[in-house]
């Protein structure tokens, strides 16, 4: 049986990456025109390729890492990300307020301290 946290980041690598593949075809279909004239096909796709990949990330996190605290803290990290980064990215694209700049990158900060957390955890393991 899964745990609870498991099945949170189950649920949410699941949302994002159906939301991701979602995004992906909406911009290049339906919002084609609206990132074309802003010059943000780029930006759009961004967002989604880097959700996409902590989507998975999500979802592989229970089956890879021991500890609950180190996989409680990356798993927090990458939802954070997602929502800051690709969020904003998305909200940029579609030529939202710019105020939305200076949030990118905390989700990228975001991102970089879970994959920080796992670098961490892969040293602790190979040394015990």
Same mark, same amino acid.
């Given at each position: 049986m899964q745990s609870k946290r498991s099945l949170l980041y189950h649920c949410c690598g699941s949302l994002f990456a159906l939301s991701a593949v979602l995004l992906g #075809?909406?911009? #290049?279909? #339906?919002?084609?025109? @609206?990132?074309?004239?802003?010059?943000? *096909?780029? @930006?759009?796709? @961004? #967002? *989604?390729?880097?959700?996409?990949?902590?989507?998975l990330a999500l979802l592989i996190l229970p089956h890879c890492l021991q500890s609950q605290g180190i996989r409680r803290a990356t798993g927090i990290c990458f939802i954070v990300g997602i929502v800051l980064f690709s969020g904003s990215l998305y909200g940029l694209a579609l030529d939202g307020p710019k105020w939305l700049g200076p949030i990118t990158p905390l989700g990228g900060i975001s991102f970089l301290c879970g994959w920080s957390l796992l670098l961490f955890s892969s040293f602790k393991s190979a040394s015990a």
């Open positions: #075809a909406f911009g #290049a279909h #339906a919002l084609k025109e @609206t990132l074309l004239a802003h010059d943000s *096909v780029a @930006t759009w796709e @961004t #967002a *989604v390729r880097y959700q996409m990949w902590h989507a």
